[in-house]
Structure formats: C-alpha cells, structure tokens
C-alpha cells in the first residue's frame, strides 16, 4: 500500500488578504497581540469575517486546494487561511475566553512572550454550530480529493491562553478534551476522513 502525502502547518496568506498571519509574528513584523487584536476588531457579527473578507478567504482556499493538487499531495488542506492561528480560531468558538482583555504572559519556557487572550470562566462551546464542520464542507467543494482538518490538542491550547479562572490545569485540560470530541464526532459524522490533532505541549 503506497504512503498518502499531505502536508502539515498552515499555508501563507497571499497578498490580497490584508490581515495579520501567526507566521507574522517576528522582530520588525506583527507582535502578538497586533494580530490577536487585529482579528477581534475586523470580524462582524460574533465570528464572522465581513463578505468581502469572507469571499477573498473562499478565492485564497481554492487556490491553495489547486495548488496542492498539481503537486500531486493526497490528502489536501485549506491551508488555515481564515485562521490567525489554528489555536485561537478554535478559542473563538467558546465561551468563557476573553480576547478583548489581553493577558500578558510567557509560554512554553519562554518561547513566546506577549498579551495572550483569557480564560475568564468556565468554558464552553457558544452554540450548537460546528465551524469546522463548516470549513472542512466549504473546503472539500473545491475538490475531489480528500481533505483534512487540523485541530488543537488540549495541552497545545492549555500553553497558549491566559488561565484565570480553572485552579486545577488537568479540570481545564479535561474540558477540552470533551470539546475537541465534540469536534471530532462531528466531523465523523459529517464525512470527513482525515483529523490532524496538534500534540505539542
């Protein structure tokens, strides 16, 4: 049986999307919390990017999925391209984490430093809605490959948000662990075939 090819990390946002990228984050380039804050103030309604911004994510989406498929990659990504990063896209979707008052910490031994968004009270999923069923539908019309989602393991997002509500960090690890299925089982259910689930503590 031969070995199936994708690809693994996000892919760069092209030009015409005038919005701030995780991999912009570096000495001289967006700080951290520029594009945390940047993605809170331009999306509408809740979560929703405004029509034009929505239409020249979809156009990026396409392209990225043609892309991939003249290279001849198996299993296909939308590339992230309407994410700021996959770890805060998926924070968005709950309740209980504050991205409008930042707090500022050290992560991972000091790799990142910066404002990150906040744990306020217990979290939750803000309704019944699944995004990423959404994305991994939205994304699978562009092609007849099979194309994968990719998703936060618990103690990826534990290491990447402010925590100032769960006093016991495996109570919090545990609730997203039961989100994250919730996830999952959806996306099963939905027909999607491939869940890349990001382990890095």
């Known amino acids: 049986m031969p070995l199936k ?10 030009n015409y999307i005038k919005l701030p990228d995780f991999s912009d984050f570096k000495p001289g380039g967006f700080s951290y919390e520029d594009i945390t804050r940047t993605h809170s103030q331009i999306r509408t309604n809740g ?10 994510i979809q156009q990026a989406i396409s392209e990225t999925v043609r892309q991939q498929e003249e ?3 198996d299993v296909l990504t939308d590339g992230e391209l309407g994410r700021e ?7 968005r979707r709950l309740k209980g984490v504050d991205f409008r008052n930042l707090t500022k910490m050290d ?10 968004p906040t744990i306020v009270s217990a979290i939750q999923p ?5 995004s990423v069923c959404a994305e991994w539908k939205t994304a699978q019309s ?3 490959k099979p194309v994968k989602v990719t998703l936060p393991g618990p103690m990826t997002i534990v290491s ?3 925590n100032n509500y769960y006093t016991d960090v495996a109570e919090l690890a545990n609730t997203l662990v039961l989100i994250l299925k919730r996830e999952v089982d959806r996306l099963l259910q939905t027909g999607c075939k491939y869940i890349q689930v990001n382990c890095w503590a």
Request: proline share 4%; hydrophobic share 35%; aromatic share 16%.
């Open 5 to 14: 090819t994708t690809v693994v990390g996000s892919f760069p946002k092209p």
């Open 47 to 56: 979560n929703a990017f405004s029509e034009e911004m929505e239409q020249l």
């Open 71 to 73: 290279c001849g990659i």
């Open 85 to 91: 990063n996959y770890i805060h896209y998926f924070l």
């Open 107 to 116: 992560s991972r031994d000091g790799e990142w430093k910066g404002l990150f």
């Open 126 to 130: 803000m309704d019944d809605k699944s």
């Open 142 to 144: 562009y092609t007849k």
């Open 160 to 162: 990447s948000v402010a």
